[in-house]
């Protein structure tokens, strides 16, 4: 199991996108995983209510740090996993 501990706006978004960070954690991990989202120092507030009148928020996943941030994070992941896999099998580690 995989836990992320976020600030709350995070937190919300990741828990919307729960699935596919899961997908994203199992194909790198070769593994299912379950992934946990927590509120760094708090429990975290139940979302309010969207009304009509309101504007659509902007998406946080389609900022662009956002998108590279999640970029480097699969690619560490991928790296983690196959140094562990290399470590495990008793190969040499591959050049960074």
């Known amino acids: 199991m995989a836990i992320l501990s976020m600030d709350a706006g995070w937190a919300s978004m990741a828990r919307e996108r729960l699935e596919a960070i899961e997908a994203l954690f199992t194909g790198a991990a070769g593994r299912p995983m379950r992934v946990e989202v927590r509120v760094r120092g708090a429990e975290p507030a139940a979302a309010p209510e969207a009304t009509a009148a309101e504007p659509p928020a902007e998406d946080p996943a389609q900022h662009p740090l956002v998108r590279e941030a999640v970029e480097r994070l ?17 190969e040499p580690p591959a050049a960074p």
């Open 74 to 90: 699969r690619a560490r992941i991928v790296s983690v996993t196959a140094r562990q896999r290399a470590a495990r099998s008793g």
